[in-house]
């Protein structure tokens, strides 16, 4: 018996030098503890449930290797012939029952903490996109789309990756600290799932339904998230960026934003006649952003999912036609209508520079139909014109 | 290759697999009657904020201790070309109050379409509560190309809705569901 | 031969083998015709061999993409019918056409029947599953991509966004849905018709047990599976909208539907494991399976319970407090009938005369890994916790630790347990120790750092990832390597075995052995029992679990 004793202790000790050796390393690769009273409560409650956990297995373990040691023919142990016992049976099934009512209590608390209803200090709507996030921040009258700001270049390994590679977006959304934040998530297209692991946010956003989260951020900073639900090609590339402001640089951030709005409807009243290189120009950022995912840079795209545009029948053919697909999208494929997402600069300048890129503009070759400009002013009477 | 040991059983074999058979065509029929009993309970328990249909008009007096915000959203699904938005974000009423709002649409195509706005209410706990007298959403709404109109709703909130509801969000999602529009969109689809 | 059980099977050479014409034609017939239990839990072996090598091989794709983040071998949208299809292929054409293999082989023998109840019908239930993947393999080569939205299909992604090819799935899932509960009607038959005079239900081998109810599950989820790709079908051609919340249906309800089919379906695909390890843990510990009884009642308590628990695959996707607090406390209970089973093995082993064959490796390593795989199940059923792991890569650890080292490796225990029995000859231990070190450590190495990268916030199913995961990546990368090729060597081992090289099995093969298919000669006979054994009640048969008394030199 005294031996077994010391035996244990042994594994016992060894375990937990490989639990020590464990949390120095968790820092990096275990759950943030994050940045809101929730996201901590759920670290606790991780951290406990999974400390339990490495109990019953060393326990159970402990057994086991006693055993498998101990127990072999090799050592000339002969079998015991012992096969039941209701007495062990029902130790068995009593004491995981009340260690899983011990877990499940913390469990409860938690999750009725984050039932909380009292009134929020600010609504922001998330609808989610293929690929991207929308905020429409119901209280101040802001909204805005934001994309993955990671070139292709460096996704394709032309150029040395960023720090934050697939985790930068164009256009971050911005929160107060220490206010409470309603989330309001739903989807225009597929399933989606915002998830901030800092913020202890994670809710399917589903076409057609509401639902929602809330956080209240005690310290200033970036957080980066992803998105969680597997929503077609662009999965992967659709992150999420949350930059915490005190309150008085949110409040600036507010004033800046209303002044941008401002400024961007009234460029969108102009619509005059852009040359081919300012078209060329603003059309190849366009392109970058927006088509390279499927299409490629090359233009060569990736066959049979996503057509290549080089060459394309559509491409260069009638303008009407390609003005089409690119507003209304393609049903039962991944194109997607951009009609609503792009201006009509940003479609004539794409459209156009599809249409002179990668040899497209070959009249020789593809007929007279081929190259030639687009302007806003015809991607504003496409809209408009029946699609019948 | 058949024995007497075999020919025994058949009798019981027999029933035993119309026994299993029936059981497995009941199966496919409860898949089937999932749907509308899943429907019944979402109402019931308010399972992804669904609202229920048409009520009367509440007239059996306010609950004036209370206050409740509501809140209106606007979406429109799949990029469709319509302006779609409530004319008010807010408003605050309390229970047991009739309140009429309204939802700006704008066909922003030259053709006509039909559309269908889907309700969604959270928290989830509020929507069967949420007692609407008159909405656009239900039924199907046909519009001409660049016409415009202001889509009334009527409703009121019960008394009985819990204590610990001060925010309900109702929002609506306007969803394309013209015939000849998906046709033109499919017909596109030859081209690629 | 235990002096307790009486068997008179005929060991007249008039039955011994297949009839089978001469030329490649004959070969053709006798096995499209067969009807024979053994010949088609041999076909169904060979097509989940088959399924797992293709299936893996999508695996060390996918792993070879994750090497290093950037765009390097396949395209996202190709990535993402790879993580499908190994899936699908994965869950329907090798876990569960396994273990339909071993109960065929298996079952009669231990019954002491001469073959399954439904032979013909057994016939048909096979052959249906060829077509059924060369329909799902053939997506690849229809325009508009294969399957690209995960094994679940969620809807709207699949429907009103899925490609044309995912028409071929839905037909492919009937086929294979059709299949499964033919299967399992005709084992239900079998275990309830067919037993030896003398067995009761609670007398039978633990691996009977599981597979009945088993049977059962299927039976219950394969149609409500059938019937929610058939309204995915006409959601998506004939005007209906289940799934469409524009015509008042709820892409949710997808969810409920699919998860009702789903929980139950991981079920099918471990409680035969379980009914492997529980035969193979006493014969290398020459000592009586402990609770037999609790063993049973664990089982059918995990059968009953896994259909209350669906909801725990849905909690991100809004699910009123009331639900949530309804099914965690559900999900939390289905660890006791779990431990139940652990714990009984561990008292099966403990003070047992261990001998560490191939199997008994395999079945140990189940033990340890199947029970982290609970432990990590045990997490995630906690709701609040739910939200940081759901569709992270901790969930993928966390069913590749359950399905890895306990589904596949407890078929794989099954195959060196029983090989000997079925060819009659022993497979080569040393490579069989070889394949179970380096399969162990390999597949340890790649799904172990899974659960750090999914606490540190990667997500499944991406085909591209930010930098800081790269390191866990490329660990668990070369991991899935070397358990991929870990693989070629058991494969060769079977051929080999299946080919006469080993030496010549006894009849017991196994000094702990205990059964009626250990009565039959190695290899048993064409038809099992032409004459049913007669099964003597065990009263005293504890006693006789003495293995002095049944060496068999």
Redesign the interface.
């Given at each position: 018996m005294h031996t077994i004793i010391r035996k244990c202790c042994r594994w016992m000790s060894w375990m937990l030098l490989l639990c020590g050796v464990g949390s120095a390393f968790a820092s990096?690769?275990?759950?943030?503890v994050g940045v809101t009273p929730?996201s901590r409560?759920?670290y606790t409650?991780?951290m406990t449930?999974?400390w339990i956990?490495v109990a019953?297995?060393i326990l159970?373990?402990g057994?086991?290797i006693y055993?498998?040691i101990n127990?072999?023919?090799?050592q000339g142990?002969?079998?015991?012939?012992?096969?039941?016992?209701l007495k062990?049976?029902l130790i068995?099934?009593i004491i995981?029952?009340l260690i899983?009512i011990a877990?499940?209590i913390p469990?409860?608390r938690?999750?009725?903490l984050?039932?909380d209803?009292?009134?929020?200090d600010l609504?922001i709507?998330i609808?989610g996109y293929q690929w991207k996030w929308k905020y429409d921040y119901?209280d101040e009258n802001i909204s805005f789309f934001s994309n993955l700001a990671t070139t292709q270049d460096?996704?394709?390994?032309k150029a040395p990756?960023g720090?934050?590679?697939?985790?930068e977006v164009d256009k971050p959304i911005v929160v107060p600290t220490h206010k409470k934040i309603?989330f309001?998530v739903?989807a225009?297209?597929?399933?989606h799932?915002w998830?901030v692991?800092e913020l202890?946010?994670?809710?399917?956003a589903?076409?057609?339904?509401?639902?929602?989260a809330w956080a209240k951020i005690e310290k200033p900073g970036t957080y980066r998230?992803?998105?969680?639900?597997?929503?077609?090609?662009?999965?992967?590339?659709m992150p999420i960026v949350v930059v915490a402001l005190d309150e008085p640089d949110y409040k600036k951030w507010v004033a800046e934003q209303k002044g941008v709005a401002l400024k961007q409807a009234n460029a969108l009243e102009e619509n005059k006649p852009l040359t081919k290189a300012e078209l060329m120009e603003a059309g190849q950022k366009v392109y970058g952003a927006t088509c390279t995912?499927?299409h490629q840079a090359t233009g060569m795209g990736?066959p049979?999912?996503?057509?290549a545009l080089k060459g394309s029948?559509?491409v260069t053919g009638d303008v009407a036609?390609q003005l089409?697909?690119v507003?209304?999208?393609?049903?039962?494929?991944?194109?997607?209508?951009?009609?609503?997402?792009l201006t009509d600069k940003d479609i004539a300048a794409v459209v156009t520079y599809q249409r002179n890129s990668w040899g497209n503009d070959d009249q020789a070759k593809f007929g007279k139909a081929a190259g030639g400009l687009v302007q806003p002013s015809e991607v504003a009477a496409a809209?408009?014109?029946?699609?019948? | 290759m058949k024995n007497d040991f075999q020919f025994l059983r058949e009798k019981k074999q027999r029933r035993l697999v119309i026994a299993l058979t029936s059981f497995v065509l009941m199966m496919f029929g409860f898949g089937y009657a999932m749907v509308p009993l899943y429907n019944v309970l979402c109402k019931q328990l308010g399972i992804n904020g669904k609202t229920s249909g048409r009520v009367v008009l509440d007239d059996t007096g306010i609950d004036e201790s209370r206050v409740i915000t509501v809140q209106f959203l606007a979406t429109t699904n799949a990029y469709i070309p319509w302006e779609f938005r409530p004319r008010l974000r807010t408003v605050r009423m309390h229970p047991g109050e009739n309140k009429a709002v309204a939802y700006f649409a704008r066909n922003n195509t030259d053709h006509e379409m039909t559309v269908q706005a889907i309700p969604s209410v959270t928290p989830s706990g509020a929507a069967k509560y949420l007692k609407k007298t008159e909405c656009f959403c239900f039924t199907q709404q046909k519009m001409k190309g660049q016409e415009e109109m202001d889509w009334p709703l009527l409703f009121h909130i019960d008394k009985n809705v819990p204590k610990n509801i001060h925010t309900i969000t109702l929002a609506y999602t306007l969803f394309d569901v013209t015939k000849s529009h998906a046709q033109v969109i499919e017909s596109n689809q030859g081209h690629l | 031969m235990t002096p307790t059980r009486v068997s008179k099977h005929h060991d007249d050479d008039h039955d011994h083998g297949a009839h089978q014409e001469p030329g490649f034609l004959g070969f053709v017939k006798r096995w499209v015709f067969t009807t024979n239990h053994k010949d088609i839990g041999t076909l169904y072996l060979t097509i989940a061999m088959v399924n797992f090598l293709l299936a893996g091989a999508m695996a060390l794709l996918i792993r070879s993409e994750l090497f290093l983040p950037g765009h390097r071998l396949i395209a996202p949208d190709f990535f993402n019918t790879m993580t499908t299809m190994h899936g699908l292929i994965m869950v329907f054409g090798v876990v569960m056409p396994v273990f339909v293999g071993l109960a065929n082989w298996q079952i009669p023998m231990m019954l002491g029947a001469p073959d399954m109840a439904l032979p013909r019908l057994n016939n048909w239930s096979f052959w249906l599953l060829p077509f059924a993947f060369t329909i799902l393999l053939s997506t690849f080569f229809i325009s508009g991509s294969a399957p690209n939205y995960g094994w679940t299909f969620y809807a709207p992604l699949s429907t009103k966004y899925g490609p044309p090819s995912t028409d071929f799935m839905i037909f492919a899932i009937h086929i294979m849905g059709m299949s499964s509960i033919l299967g399992s009607i005709n084992i239900i038959a079998t275990i309830l018709n067919m037993r030896a005079p003398g067995m009761k239900l609670m007398q039978m081998p633990m691996f009977v047990w599981t597979w009945l109810i088993t049977a059962f599950l299927l039976l219950a989820i394969m149609p409500v599976l059938a019937g929610t790709v058939t309204m995915m079908l006409t959601d998506r051609h004939f005007g209906t909208s289940f799934f469409d919340a524009a015509g008042g249906g709820d892409p949710i309800l997808f969810q409920h539907l699919f998860w009702f089919f789903g929980h139950p379906e991981v079920y099918v695909l471990i409680l035969p494991a379980f009914g492997v390890i529980s035969e193979i843990l006493p014969t290398f510990s020459r000592k009586k399976l402990f609770g037999y009884h609790f063993m049973v009642y664990a089982t059918a308590a995990i059968a009953f319970l896994s259909y209350i628990v669906w909801v725990h695959h849905m909690f991100t996707a809004g699910v009123p407090i009331q639900a949530a607090l309804i099914f965690m406390y559900s999900t939390m209970l289905i660890a006791v009938p779990t431990g139940i089973k652990i714990f009984n093995w561990v008292a099966t082993i403990f003070k047992g005369s261990i001998t560490f064959e191939t199997p008994m490796l395999f079945a140990i390593a189940f033990l340890f890994m199947f029970t982290l795989g609970g432990f990590s199940g045990l997490m995630l059923a906690i709701v609040p916790a739910d939200y940081q792991y759901q569709d992270t890569y901790f969930v993928v650890a966390h069913f590749h630790y359950v399905l890895v080292p306990g589904a596949i490796f407890s078929a794989i225990a099954a195959v060196y347990y029983w090989i000997p029995k079925w060819t009659g000859h022993m497979y080569n231990e040393t490579l069989g120790k070889l394949h179970f070190w380096l399969s162990t450590i390999s597949l340890n190495i790649t799904f172990f750092p899974m659960h750090f990268l999914g606490l540190a916030g990667m997500p499944r199913r991406i085909p591209d990832y930010a930098l800081q995961f790269t390191d866990f990546n490329q660990i668990a990368t070369v991991g899935a390597f070397i358990f991929g090729f870990s693989h070629l060597i058991f494969l060769y081992n079977i051929i080999q075995t299946v080919r006469g090289k080993g030496k010549k099995a006894t009849k017991r093969v196994w000094e702990g052995a205990h059964g009626f298919e250990w009565t039959l000669p190695s290899p048993p006979p064409y038809h099992s029992f032409l004459t049913p054994p007669v099964f003597v009640e065990e009263a005293s048969s504890h006693e006789a679990w003495d293995v002095s008394d049944h060496h068999e030199k």
């Open positions: 990096k690769y275990n759950m943030p929730i409560e759920i409650l991780h449930i999974f956990v019953i297995g159970v373990f057994v086991l055993a498998l127990h072999r023919k090799s142990h002969v079998a015991a012939k012992f096969h039941s016992s062990v049976e068995w099934t995981p029952f899983l877990m499940a469990a409860t938690v999750l009725m984050m039932e209803d009292s009134d929020a609504n709507k609808t119901l460096q996704i394709q390994g990756k720090e934050n590679y697939l985790l309603r309001l739903t225009n297209d597929v399933i799932s998830w692991p202890g946010v994670k809710r399917d589903i076409p057609g339904f509401i639902h929602e998230g992803q998105c969680a639900e597997l929503c077609g090609v662009g999965h992967g590339f995912v499927c990736m049979p999912a996503f057509p029948k559509i036609k089409s697909i507003l209304h999208g393609v049903k039962g494929t991944a194109m997607q209508a951009f009609g609503e997402q809209r408009k014109a029946s699609s019948n | - | -």
